[in-house]
């Protein structure tokens, strides 16, 4: 099994088309990788799916970066 | 071009009558696998055997667009039965007619509730899935009405451009995932919400019609058939006036 930063890094790079190695921890979703606000809801969509979540408005919002999207997954999802 | 739907799910609502039916089973006789709504379960029924009797693929199911919960259930379960859908008519309407000057806030609530914030839960709804599967067609009914204006219809007239301003704003936030949004605003068609109309009324509206006759429900179907197919591809964010000659920008 991966760990979660593997697989919030291979989900942000298949919805952002980047590839997984310019992928670094504190990369912003929207200055350092190029999404744009749709960008940025639908990679919340596919965070729910992978990690069987539901992820409330105001908490998806403060999610911008890789790191804050791995902490997010560590503090909120049961293993 | 093809004009072809096969492989598609659509979901048409307001299906059990007038132009949402012959949506429905134009969608159907292209290729789509095609959901119908209706108010009542006899109206829901009527639909299913309608795509039935049509050797077509799909089902009538009850829905009060009003109901978010219930929408919310009805998406759910057509994708699951059927797939993701790609094909969205936002056909249900109401109208509750009435001078601005008697117009009560009960009949302006109902046709705005019903005519406009419902076509953007059903859209909000499908968008999910279109975005992630980078097509979708949302196609909303709207009026010729909603152009030209209407004494008696200050609560449709606006909901019915209300929509299209919205139409308009989601064609620029989907563009992007390859979902267009667009309008079908029908003229005078012969359906059970025209024949309710007195006779003065009715002969008055012919005689402002290029065509010289009302139009007929699948006229309609054809128009949003073609907002549907692959042959409109590249059509976003637009009104399709289809009204005889009734009203030109």
Request: proline share 2%; charged share 25%; net charge negative.
């Amino acid at each position: 099994m991966e760990n979660i930063e593997q697989r919030v890094k291979k989900i942000v790079a298949e919805q952002l088309g980047v590839n997984e190695s310019e992928i670094k921890n504190e990369s912003s979703f929207v200055d350092d990788l190029g999404a744009d606000s749709l960008d940025t809801v639908e990679l919340v969509m596919a965070l729910e799916e992978e990690f069987e979540c539901e992820i409330p408005d105001e908490e998806a919002e403060k999610i911008t970066s890789v790191q804050q999207a791995i902490d997010y997954v560590n503090a909120n999802v049961k293993k | 071009m093809s004009f072809s739907l096969e492989g598609q799910v659509a979901l048409v609502t307001g299906a059990s009558r007038g132009i949402g039916r012959a949506v429905a089973l134009e969608l159907g006789r292209l290729g789509a696998t095609v959901v119908g709504t209706a108010t009542s379960e006899a109206g829901a029924a009527d639909i299913d055997k309608a795509i039935a009797d049509a050797g077509m693929k799909g089902a009538g199911m009850m829905l009060n667009v009003t109901d978010a919960a219930a929408c919310e259930a009805l998406v759910g379960e057509v994708e699951k039965r059927f797939g993701v859908v790609g094909i969205l008519v936002n056909n249900a309407g109401i109208t509750r007619d009435n001078l601005a000057m008697r117009m009560k806030d009960e009949e302006w609530d109902a046709v705005v509730d019903t005519n406009l914030r419902a076509v953007f839960r059903m859209s909000k709804l499908v968008m999910r899935g279109m975005m992630k599967a980078r097509a979708g067609r949302i196609i909303n009914i709207t009026s010729v009405v909603a152009s030209s204006g209407n004494p008696g219809q200050a609560n449709y007239a606006a909901a019915k451009a209300g929509v299209a301003g919205m139409a308009r704003a989601l064609a620029r936030e989907l563009g992007s995932r390859n979902i267009t949004v667009n309008c079908v605003a029908p003229g005078f068609i012969d359906t059970d919400m025209t024949r309710a109309l007195p006779d003065a009324a009715r002969d008055a509206l012919l005689g402002n019609i290029a065509l010289g006759r009302l139009g007929r429900p699948e006229e309609i179907a054809g128009a949003v058939a073609f907002l549907a197919s692959p042959a409109a591809a590249y059509v976003t964010g637009t009104t399709l006036h289809v009204n005889g000659g009734m009203y030109m920008s």
